[in-house]
T-cell receptor, first 112, second 114 residues
């Protein structure tokens, strides 16, 4: 079945450091890929998405590129802020486009 | 636009008791999802509705969990009787009908079983 694997956290960075959170997936066909963010005490918010190979999703300074050859969708940001502290989830929509499968989440902590 | 509304935000019950959660999706969203998120894990789909019909409930523990969306709008998720391992956050999400439509999540109900 479909699965998503993320790097384990927590990831602790200083403000203005570079961020990479690794995400790899296993799926049949051509899934769509997503990053969601969850702030403390809140639900998940869609951060960015990519629907086909080589697409780059971007939002709020975050980027991720759909790499079919490596089955990856790594999340990157050039300069993190304290307000970016949250849990980040990588997810995929299956080939039929009706079921979202999540990774285990990666907690990011940014220190001033 | 108003987001997905869930209630209650928190619930504490003893094992073997019953509990129900309520979700009001975004207006016009035909698809509604219930997820279980255990602490430190990603959300796991329990059930998916399309209007008032069930699309997927393969991960729903049907001996104790039930869900309904009678009029194709609001939904309730019930656990009866609750077990200790049911302690989790229960998230409701909704989306427009169609392939790859983004899901919008509510803030969830945090359930603690004593």
């Amino acid at each position: 079945g479909d699965s998503v694997t993320q790097m384990e956290g927590p990831v602790t960075l200083s403000e203005e450091a570079c961020l990479t959170i690794n995400c790899t997936y296993t799926a049949t066909g051509y899934p769509s890929l997503f990053w969601y963010v969850q702030y403390p005490g809140e639900g998940l918010q869609l951060l960015l998405k990519a629907t086909k190979a080589d697409d780059k999703g971007s939002n709020k300074g975050f980027e991720a590129t759909y790499r079919k050859e490596t089955t990856s969708f790594h999340l990157e940001k050039g300069s993190v802020q304290v307000s970016d502290s949250a849990v980040y989830f990588c997810a995929l929509f299956n080939n039929a486009g009706n079921m979202l499968t999540f990774g285990g989440g990666t907690r990011l902590m940014v220190k001033p | 636009e108003a987001g997905v509304a869930q209630s209650p935000r928190y619930k504490i019950i003893e094992k073997r008791q019953s509990v129900a959660f309520w979700c009001n999706p975004i207006s016009g969203h035909a698809t509604l999802y219930w997820y279980q998120q255990i602490l430190g894990q990603g959300p796991k789909l329990l059930i998916q509705f399309q209007n008032n019909g069930v699309v997927d409930d393969s991960q729903l523990p049907k001996d104790r969990f039930s869900a309904e969306r009678l009029k194709g709008v609001d939904s309730t998720l019930k656990i009866q009787p609750a077990k200790l391992e049911d302690s989790a956050v229960y998230l409701c999400a909704s989306s427009q009908q169609g392939r790859n439509q983004p899901q919008h999540f509510g803030d969830g109900t945090r359930l603690s079983i004593l």
